[in-house]
């Protein structure tokens, strides 16, 4: 059944992320443009450089998405090995804990709450008093995991794995702002606060305009999960977003909305 049928859904997630949005939403007869206003950097930091030295110590390594592993396996030479024997291994999600396993790394906990929330609830039940616990992420993402870690007694060490930037090339972006002011795009998808503040921060002077469009409800707007809508109800712009926080459930809550 083609429930988006004709209509244009935009993408605003990195390009490397963007694939199993693309295939659902052609799947069923939509449009898919892709305009990230986000870009993954994977970065040879210094704070990741010591997370890699101190792996033999750790106790827990914390994954909240598959681009930190990619970058602990690109700069972290033997890193599996590394590890200290019997380290345990938490994902925030399973589509991170999918990633893990190609690289034949067990993930032990994994929440039903895709979030630094939803981690931090799983881990009640854990003793983490003088553990030491690694996560490597992108320095953008808020402070809610590695403050709630060091209240429950464990000694954080946080390392920038990835850099969250603004896109180098935002000519589709322009293109997507341009479609949602003249109401040509029928429904826009976010997966994080930072693809809805750069989106606004990408529009410069047409960011008035912008707002006024997603306001008038002629563009359906999808947020992955309550964090994501944040942004977007600081602007008063009504969204949707699924109970359960994956692009699978949030574009078939798209679908439920556009087909009434």
């Given at each position: 059944m083609e429930r988006f049928k004709g209509k244009i859904i935009a993408i605003t997630r990195p390009q490397e992320r963007?694939?199993?949005?693309?295939?659902?939403?052609?799947?069923?007869?939509?449009?898919?443009?892709?305009?990230?206003?986000?870009?993954?950097?994977?970065?040879?930091?210094?704070?990741l450089m010591d997370l890699c030295q101190r792996a033999s110590e750790l106790d827990w390594i914390i994954f909240t998405s598959p681009a930190s592993l990619h970058s602990l396996l690109k700069y972290c030479y033997n890193f599996k090995k590394r590890l200290k024997p019997h380290c345990?291994?938490?994902?925030?999600g399973p589509k991170t804990a999918k990633a893990l396993s190609k690289y034949g790394i067990s993930t032990e906990l994994l929440p039903d709450d895709y979030t630094a929330e939803g981690l931090l609830e799983v881990f009640?039940?854990?003793?983490?008093?003088?553990?030491?616990?690694?996560?490597?992420?992108?320095?953008?993402?808020?402070?809610?995991?590695?403050?709630?870690l060091k209240e429950m007694g464990a000694h954080v060490f946080l390392a920038e794995a990835y850099k969250s930037t603004l896109p180098r090339d935002k000519s589709v972006v322009h293109e997507?702002?341009?479609?949602?002011?003249?109401?040509?795009?029928?429904?826009?998808?976010?997966?994080s606060p930072l693809t809805v503040t750069n989106l606004f921060e990408i529009a410069g002077e047409k960011k008035e305009v912008l707002l006024k469009a997603l306001k008038d409800g002629s563009t359906v707007v999808a947020a992955i999960g309550p964090i994501t809508q944040?942004?977007?109800?600081?602007?008063?712009i009504e969204s949707i977003a699924p109970s359960k926080y994956t692009v699978k459930a949030m574009l078939e809550r798209l679908m439920e909305e556009m087909n009434g």
């Open positions: 963007a694939q199993t949005a693309v295939d659902m939403i052609k799947s069923h007869g939509g449009i898919p443009l892709v305009a990230p206003t986000l870009e993954l950097q994977p970065s040879k930091t210094e704070s345990r291994v938490a994902a925030i009640k039940d854990i003793s983490l008093k003088d553990k030491k616990v690694g996560v490597p992420r992108t320095f953008s993402a808020r402070q809610v995991l590695p403050n709630g997507l702002i341009d479609g949602i002011i003249q109401g040509e795009v029928d429904a826009v998808t976010f997966t944040g942004p977007l109800k600081e602007n008063r």
